[in-house]
C-alpha cells in the first residue's frame, strides 16, 4: 500500500514537473504555432539565473524568502530571454515553419553551449532550502518534499494559467487567438503583443520548471533542459497542442505510468511505454488527448 | 604548392634529435571537458617531474600535440589517425570510456602506443598489446568496496548501477568480486536517464541488503543520493559507493556522511614526491591528475627506452614499476592492468566545503583484477 | 451512374453536408450553386472520398464505394479539378500532365526506368495538353502559370485521367472575364462527345445555364433543389435561400 | 469560420528537382558529365599533397585529412537519402538517425559478435535496415504532418533506448561497441589505407547521388515530386500516396542504413551518439543548409555542416580564439555555439540553402565584367 | 456629395494565384449605407478583407484604398480597426469558445469607454445571456454579437459582411432595424444578398461583377430596374417584393 502511495505521490511529481516544462511549450505552440526547440535553454536559463542570484543578488539566498527571490529572479531571466527571442529571432519568421525549427534547433545547440562556456559543463551544487531535502510521510510512505513541492508548483501554475487565460484580458485574447487569429486582430488587437506574451509566460514556465527542478536534481548542468525536453514534447503531443489542461492530463499520465512501470517492470521499460503511449495516442487521435481537431 | 603524392604514404618520425611526438587526444570541450582539464594538468606536471623539468628525453624534446575529441569517438578516431599519419607513435588521453575503447584498435592496428587516460572500463586492459591504462579501472573500484564488509561469506549485497556498459561491468565485477567470495549478488538497475529514482529505492530496501553497492555516473547523481536517503535506505545497510571529482561533493549533500566510499584519488589521499610536485603545479589535486601525471610518466618511459620503435616502446613499460601520485604503480606485463593503490574514504562537512580523509589504503596488488587473455 | 444516398458530415455539432441525395445519369451535366459556405466543396470531398462521410452513401455505377480511398475510386473513374488550383507547381507543366497520364496508365511504382523515356506517356500528355490548349507551355513551372493557364492545365490533368464522372469544382473562379468563354468551350468540348458525367460547382450563372442540363442548389449544407434550370430559377424556396425574402 | 490549424507540414521551400526540368544553361550539354568529372577530381584527390593550411591539419592525402573528408562524404550522401524523404517528397521525419545507426550498429554488431565477414554483414544489415524502415515507415505513414514527426521521434527514441541499455550485451551501451578488425579485409584496416576507407565513402556517396538522381527522374520519382507538391491531388489522380511515401521512407532507410555500414568502417566502431534525436535534426540542418530538393544542396551541406562539426573544435581550441577576450573566446571555444550561431544566420542570409546561392549570385557575377570563358 | 469616407481605386486582388479582383474602383459616401453587390464569389468578401488587411498569407493586393487623406494598404489590421474602421466578418467569427461577456469584452479598447448601453438597449439579448458560450447562441444571436462587438467604440465606418446571411425572417428584419439605426450616426459599406434588406437600407450601390465594377449608382435606382438587377446579379431578381 505505502509503495503505491509512493510511486503515485513520485509519480505526480515527476509529472508536475514535465507539466511546468510542457505548459509554456503548449502554449507558444497552441497560439504563435512555433514548434519551439529552444525550450530547453529557457529552462537552462532560469535554473542557471537562480542559482546565479542565490549566491550573487542582495536578498536572495538559498532559504526561505531569499530562495523566493532568487527563484523570481531566474524566473524573470527565463521570461526575459524568450521574449528576446520571440522579437529578434521567431517575429521575422512567423508562417515560416521549417526556417523556426531551425533557428529554434541552433539556438538550443548554441544557448547550451553559451551556458557552458560560461558556467563550465560540470554540475553545480544547487541553492537550495533544507527542507526540500526532506520527506513528508503520507499513509506510511516516505515522500520526498521537492515532489511534493513540484506537485503544489505545478498546481498553482496550471491554476494561475487557467485563472489567467480565464480573467484577465490578455489571457482572453490569447483564448481568442488560439480559435482564430485573424479575427482578434480584426478586433484592433495586436496579436503580436500577444505572442510576445505567451512565449514570456512560456519561458517563465520553464524556467521555474528549470529552479524548482535544480531543487529536485540537487544541482544545475547545461544539458539539463534538453533531456527534459524530449519528454515535454511527448507530453505536448499526447495531451494535444495548445491545450493546457490536455498538457496536464499527459503529463500526471506519462509520470505515472514511467514511474509504477519502472518499479513493477524492469529497468528501462517506463521509457519504451512512454514512447508507446505516444505513438498509440497519435495512430488513435493524431490531434492528441484535447486537441482541436485538424483538417487536412 | 600542388604535388602528387601516394595516397598510402605517412610521414616517419626518426632522426635522434627530432622531438618525440605525443598526441594528447582528450575532452576539451563536452560533458567531460572538466576531466580533460584535470587530466591535461596532470600530465603536464608529470611530464615535468619525469624529466626534472627540461621536457627533454635525452637529446630529443617531446613535443605534444593536443587535440579535442568532444567526447565523440568518431572525432578521436579521426585525430588518432590525423596523428599517426604525421608520424606520432605514442597517443594519449581518452577521457570517455567509449573513446578508449575505440581508439585502442587504431593503436594496435598502426602499432602505435596508446595510454588510455581517466576511462574506467575494464574493457581497456587487455585491450591489445599496444594499449596501456594510466588510470584505474571499475573492477579495482569493486575490489575497494568489498574490503568495506570484510568477510562476504552469506552476506546479501545489492548492486544499484544504470543501464548500459558501465553498470553492465560494475554488476559483473561485484558479480565475480563479492560474489564469488560468497556473497549473494542482486542488482537492480536503472535507466541512465532516470530523473525520479522512488521506484528504485523502494526495490533496493525491499531487497534488504548488508551491503548496497552503487555505480552512478551523470548529473542525476544527486537527486539518487537524495532518494536513496529520504527513503531510508543510506541508515539501513552500509553503501559503498565511488568518490567522484571535488566539484561534485556539496552535491551530495546530508547523504555524504553516510557513505562509504572508494576512492581513486582525493587530495591528500597520499603523500608521496610525486603528489608533491603534482600539487605544487596545480594546487588542489583532484580525481584525474593522477592520472595523467602517470600517463606523462609512462609516455617518457617509452621515449627514453624505445626510442622511435614502439615494440621496445612495449616492452619497456611491461612490467614496469614506478612511483606515481598515488604510491607504487607497476603495469602487468600480461594485460596491461595498472595496478595501483585505492581508498577508502569519509566525507565530511557541509555546504559547500567538504573534505574528504582516507581510513584505509589498499596496496596495487590487493585490488589487482584478474589477468584477462591479452585480445590482440 | 453517380449516386450519393443521404451524405452527410459534420463536424462536432455543425453538419457541414447535411443529408445530400443526388442522382448523375451517364452524360449528364449537373451544376452546383449555392453560396458560399453552403458545403459544395465539401460534399466533392465527400464524394471523392478525400473526408469520411459522417453518415450516408455515396455509389459508383450502382456499387458501394463509400469505404473506398480516394485512390481506389480515381481508378474507378471519378475525376476532379480543385477550387483552388492545385496543379504540382514544382513540377512543369508537361511533367504535371504525364503525372497524370502515368496515374492512369500504371506503372507509376519504377523505381528506375528513366520516366522521360516513356514515349506513349509522353505523347498522351502531349495530346491532353492539345486539347486544352496549352502545348506551348509545356516546359514551363506549373507554379508560374498564369490562373487561367493552370485552370485549363487542371483540366488537362483531368482528362488525362480519362474519368467517366468529373467533378469540376469552380473552374471558372478567378478566371478574368475574357477568358471564360473560351475555358466554357473547354469543358464543352470535354463532355459532348463523350457521354461522360459532370458535376459542377460554379458561381458563374451564366455558365452553369449554358452547360448544365439540371442545377442542384447547395444552402447550409442541404440540398433545396435539382431539377432543370429553369424550374430551380422559378423556385421560390431557392430565392429565398439565395435572395432572401421580403420584409 | 474559425481558423483550423493544419496538420500539414508546410512542404520544404521547394526547389525544383533538375531531373524532371529542362536545362536552360548553355551548360546544358555538358552538364551531364558535370557530375563524372566531379566523381573523377574527388576520387584522385588523394593523390595531391596539397596543403592547405587552416582548412586541413595536413596535406590532401594524409590520412587525417582523408579521414575527415570520408566522414564529410558519408554525411554528404547520408543528407542526399534524407533529402529523398524531406527535399523530395515533402516529409518531415525526426527519427532518421534510427536507420542509420541500424546499419552501424547492425554491422558491427554482426562482425564483432557474430563474426560474420564483412560482406556478409553488410549485407545483411542493409536488408535489415530496410526492412526496419519498411515496418516502422508502414506504421508511421497512417499519420501525417507534426504527429508524422512525432511518431518517427518517438520510434527513434525506442532505438536509442535499446542502444543505451546494452541490451543483451550486444550494443556496449553508452560506450560504444569498437569494431572487431580481425576478420576484415586488410585494405580496411590501418591508417595507411585510410584512403580505401576515402574511397569507400566516396562510392556510397556516388551510389546516393546516382540512386536518388535515378529514383527522382523515374515515373516514381515523378509521383514522390506530385506529393511534395500536392498529396490529395495525387490520390484523386488515382495513386496511393501512402504506397509511395512508405517507397521513398523505405529507400531513405536504406539508404541510411548503407551509410551506416560505412560509417561503421570509417570510425572502427559504433557509439551511441549517432542515436541520438540531435543527429535527425542535424540532417534536416544539413539539407536545409544546402537547399532541400537540389541534387547537389543536400550532399554540399552535409559535407559543409560534418567538415565545421570536426574543425570546429580545432578552431575552438586555436590560438586565434583563445586570445581574444573572455567573453569571446569562451563561446567561441565551444564549438556547438559556433555551429548553433551559424545555423542562425544561414537561415537568415540563405533562405535557399547553399544552392540557391549560384542564382543568386548571378546576377552579380554577369554584372561584372566576364573574365572567364 | 461631400468627400467620400473611403475611396478604393484600382483594386487588385490575387490569391493562391486566383485573380480575384481585377482592378476595383469605388466610393462610400460619409454618411448613409453604401451596398456592395454581386453575384456568389463575385468578389464582395474578398473586397472587404482587403480593405482590412486580411488578405490571406498567399494573397497579393494591388492598388490604393484611403479613409481621408489616409491609405489604408500596408497597414497593419490592428491599426486600422483602432483607427475607426469596423469590421463585422461574413460568418460572424465569434469566438465560439469563448462567453458572450467575453466577447465583448474582447473588443474593449484602453482609453475609450466602451458602449455596453448603446449595445445592450440594441441587443437586450446579449445582456441576458452574458455568460452563454458564444459557439452555443443561435445564428441570429451570433450575428447580434458580431454586431454588437464592433458597436462598442465608435467608429468612422462600419464593413459588414452578409449580416442577414442565414437567418430566419424575423430576424433578418431585425437585424435590418438595427442597421438602420447604426447608420444614422456611422456609414456603412454592406455587403448583402437579401435586396429586400438593400432597398430598405441602401442609399448607393456598387455592382461588382467578374472581378470589375459593373454599375454605381442610386442603389433604389437600381432596383427599380429590373433587367438592369438581372444582368447584374443574376438569378430570378425579380423578387415577389
Ligand atoms: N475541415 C473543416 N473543418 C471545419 N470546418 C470546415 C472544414 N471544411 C469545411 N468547413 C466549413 O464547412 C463549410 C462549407 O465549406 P465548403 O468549402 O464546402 O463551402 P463551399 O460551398 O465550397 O463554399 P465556396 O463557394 O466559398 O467555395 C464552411 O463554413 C467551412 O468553413
Ligand atoms: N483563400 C481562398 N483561396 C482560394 N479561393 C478563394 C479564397 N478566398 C476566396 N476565394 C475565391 O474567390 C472568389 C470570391 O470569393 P468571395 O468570398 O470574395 O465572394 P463573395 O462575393 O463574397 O461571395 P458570397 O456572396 O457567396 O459571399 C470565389 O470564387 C472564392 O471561391
Ligand atoms: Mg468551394
Ligand atoms: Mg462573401
Redesign the pocket.
Known sequence: MSTVVLLALTGLGLGALYFLVASGLSLVFGLADVLNFAHGLFLGVGAYATWWAADNLPGAGADGFGFVVAVAFGVLAGALVAVLVELVLIRPLYSRTIEQVLVTVGLSLAGVALLQATWGADPRPFPRPAWTREVTSVLGANVPNAGLLLIIAAVLVLGGLLAFLQFTRYGLIIRAGVENREMVTALGIDVRKAFTLVFAIGGAAAALAGALGGVYFGNVSPGQGGSLLIFAFIVVVIGGMGSVVGSAYAAVAVGLLQQFVNYYGTSGLGDLCVVGLLAVVLLLRPQGLAGKVATA | ATACGSPQETASGGGDAAPVKVGLVYSQSGPLASYGKQYIEGFKAGLDYATKGTGKVGDRKIELTEVDDAGDPAKAVSAAKDLIGKGTKIIAGSTASGVALQVAPIAAQNKVLFISGPAATDAVTGANKYTFRSGRQSYQDVVTAKSFIGDAAGKKVVVFAQDGAFGDANEAAVKAVIGGAGATVSSVRAPASATEFTPFASQIKAAKPDLLFVAWAGTTAPAMWQTLDQQGVLASTTVVTGLDIRASWPTFGAAGSKISFLSHYFDGASDTEAAKALKAKVGTVDLFHPDGFAAAQMVVRAAQEGGDDVDKMVKALEGWQFDSVKGQMSIRAEDHALLQPMYQAKLAGSGTEFTATAQKTLTGDETAPPVTQMKG | MLATRGLTWRIGEVSIVDGVYLDLAPGEFLGVIG??GAGKTSLFNLITGLRRPTEGKVLLDGEDVTALPPHRRARLGLGRTF??SSVFGSLTVRENVRLAVQAHRGGSMKLWRRAAADREVAAAADAALDRVGLAHRGTALAGTLAHGEKRKLEIALLLAGDPRVMLLD?PM??VSAEDVPELVSVIKSLTGDSGRSVLMVE?HMDVILELADRIAVMHHGALLACDTPDTVMANATVQEAYLGEAL | MTEVKSAEVPAPPAAVPDELTPGHSRWHGLRPYAPLAALVVAAIVPYSTLNLPGVFEGPLNSPGTLQLLAICLVFGGLAAGYDLLFGRTGMLSFGHALYFAAGVYGTDILVTRAGLPLWQAALLTITGGTILAALLGAVALRTVGIAFAMVTLAFAQVGAILVARNFGGWTGGEEGLPLDVSGLPSALVGVVNTVNLYWLALAYLALVVFVVHRVSGSPTGRVLAGLRDDERRVGVLGLDPYRFKLVAFTLSGGLAAAGGAVYCLIVGGASPHITSSELTLSLLVMVVLGGPGTRWGPVLGGILYMYLDHRLTAFGSSDAVNSLPAFLSHPLSQPLFVLGTVFILAVYFFPGGLASLRSRLHPLLSALPSRRP | MSEPVLSVEDLSVR??G?H?LQGVSFEVAPTGVTVLL?R????????LRAIVGLT?RNGEVRGTVRMGARSLLARPTHRLVRDGLGYVP?DRCVFAGLTVAENLRLAERRGTTPAYDKVYSLFPELDRRGRQRAGSLSGGQQQMLAIGRVLLNDNRLLLVD?PTKGLAPKVVTEVAEVLERVAESVPVLL?E?NLAVVRRLARDAVVLSAGQVAWTGNAQDLLLETALTRSLLGVGSEVKA
Open positions: 453560396p458560399n477550387q483552388a469552380e473562379a478567378g458561381h | 490569391i493562391a486566383l480575384i454581386g456568389n464569389g463575385v468578389g464582395k468578401t474578398t473586397t490571406p461574413e452578409e455587403v444578398q
